[in-house]
Each structure stands twice: as C-alpha cells, then as structure tokens.
C-alpha cells in the first residue's frame, strides 16, 4: 500500500520547493534567451528531447528500467501533454512578447487553478472557507495584472492569456499525476516516460514545420540555454516535482510557483534587462495573499494568537 499525503509540509518538503523553484525560475530566464533565436516548437522540443535523453540516463545509472505496460504509456502520453507540450508551447509562445519576469508572475497563479480542480476532482483536497477565499484573492491579482495594462492600451492581452491557460493545464496536471501514487512508480521513472512521451509527440511535428535551419544558426548562447533549460529547468525538476507530489499532494506542490517569480524577476532584470510595472507587483502581493490564505498555516497561527 503507498502512504498517505501528507498535506501538512514539513521542512525537508519546504527546501524541496524552494530548490524546485529556482530551477523552475532558471527556465523562464533559459526561455527569454533562447527565443531570440529559435521558434516555440523547437525551443519545447529540444527541452524535452534532451531532458528524456538525461532522464533516461540518470534513471539506467540507478538501475530502474521504463515499465512496459501499455496503460502505464498511456498515463505518460496524457501526462506529457498536460504537464509539457501544452503549457510550455503556450509559455514560450508567450514569452516572445512579454518579459520572463512578468510570465513567471502569471505562472504563480497556478495553485489557485489547482485548488479548483482538486477539489472537483480529489476527495482528499476539498477546499475550505480559507482556501476558497485566498482563491478569490488570487484570481482578483491576477485580473488587476492583465486587465488594468489593457486598460491603458499597454498590454499583450493574448499572450498573457497564453500564460493563464498554461497554468489552468499544469492544475490539471498535478490532480491527474495523483494517479501514479497508486502505481508506486518511481519518481525518475515518471518524470522520464512524461517527457519520452512529450518528445514523441513533438520531435516529428517540429522536424516537418521547422527543419533544422534554424538549429545550425544558433548561437552558443542559445544552446547553453537550451542544455539549462532542459537539464536544470526539466530533467532534474520534474524529479523533485514528482517526489513532493507524491508526498505532499497537488495543491501543495503547484504552491512552488508563488517562489518562481523570485529567481525569475532577478535573473531578468540583472541578465535581460527587463522591468516590470508597478501594477503587476501589485499583482503578484495579491497572489502571494491569496496563496498564503491557500496554505493556510500563517492565517492559522495569527488566528490562534489572537484568539
């Protein structure tokens, strides 16, 4: 039988996400370089290819081998769209015209998706009052975000809705990798069939629409990030991904993108010179407020204090 969740994160869990979230942070400042040069599907196919060749590597090195069960590839082919092709193609695309920090910030809206749909779909993680109310909050930053800069003429409205949808695909995604608790599979193994998966899908449609033109006109710059971004920024994160999954459950591991902007906005600001508007750090305190109403524990412990 495999434990229970644990939805109370203890401090091992919490450097687990704060190293997840740096990694993850690395990937939009890796993005922002590598679309100066090469287009979304290539930039996705790459980070999946490499990351499940590296994958695979790590996990042979170990002395795990791929499952050969039909439906456990089958699970790996949702997952690997969910949790890859569509919202890292949506992301890229969307970094082509907004900056890194600014993507990272609309990723961080993720846990309030994800508190949605676990609780539709996950007896275990029914939302409370709390969670629903840091919900709304969250929801309300994230409006305040696009919709004020729209407002004023000053917005890629569907470029940050490109964002927004890829956070709606990565909730799903941490309800249904729920499932592979019950398979007891490992997390490398899980981390390797979903970008294998991913790889499958996108390699062929890349090679027709792109060719390889562009791969012999980028720079070294490009590739070094293209090797970050699918080594640091997948292969190795989509390991402790799946370990805090499996530990501490959808909600609180989706939690790891309010940490994400941190790394992100510095690493742009300091190494693409990018700047991001008063309104969407309002945003952002908005989300972090709501995803602390999320968790809950702070909330808690102001309610026992003065009560």
Known sequence: MPSPITHTMNTTVWIMLVLLSVLWGGSFFFVGIAVE????????????????IALWSFAFAI??????????????????????????????????????????????????????????????????????????????????????????GNSHLLAQLA?????????????FGRRFKALEIPPVII?????????????PITFIVD???????????????????????????????????EIAGATNVLLVTLLVPVSAVLLGSVFLDESLELIHLLGMLMIALGLSAIDGRIWYRLKAMFY
């Open 63 to 152: 002395g795990l081998r791929p499952p050969k069960q039909v439906k456990v590839w089958g699970l790996f082919l949702a997952m690997g769209l969910l949790n890859n092709v569509i919202p890292f193609l949506l992301i890229v695309w969307g970094q082509t015209q907004i900056a890194s920090g600014l993507a990272s910030i609309l990723n961080a809206a993720t846990p309030i998706f994800a508190v949605v749909v676990a609780g539709l779909f996950l007896p275990d993680e029914k939302p409370t009052p709390l969670k629903l109310f840091g919900v709304a909050i969250g929801f309300i930053g994230v409006v305040v975000m696009i919709g004020v800069p729209a407002l004023s």
């Open 37 to 52: 040069e090469l287009t979304p599907l290539t930039i996705v196919a790459l980070r999946v290819g490499i990351a499940a």
């Open 211 to 245: 060719g390889k033109a562009a791969l012999s006109a980028a720079s070294n710059q490009t590739w070094l990030a293209i090797l970050g971004l699918a080594i640091i920024s997948t292969a190795i994160a989509y390991v402790l991904y799946f370990k805090i999954l």
């Open 163 to 175: 964002i927004i949808a890829a956070t709606i695909c990565y909730a799903f995604a941490g309800v």
């Open 191 to 203: 981390a390797s069939g979903q970008v294998t998966a991913s790889a499958f899908i996108l390699l």
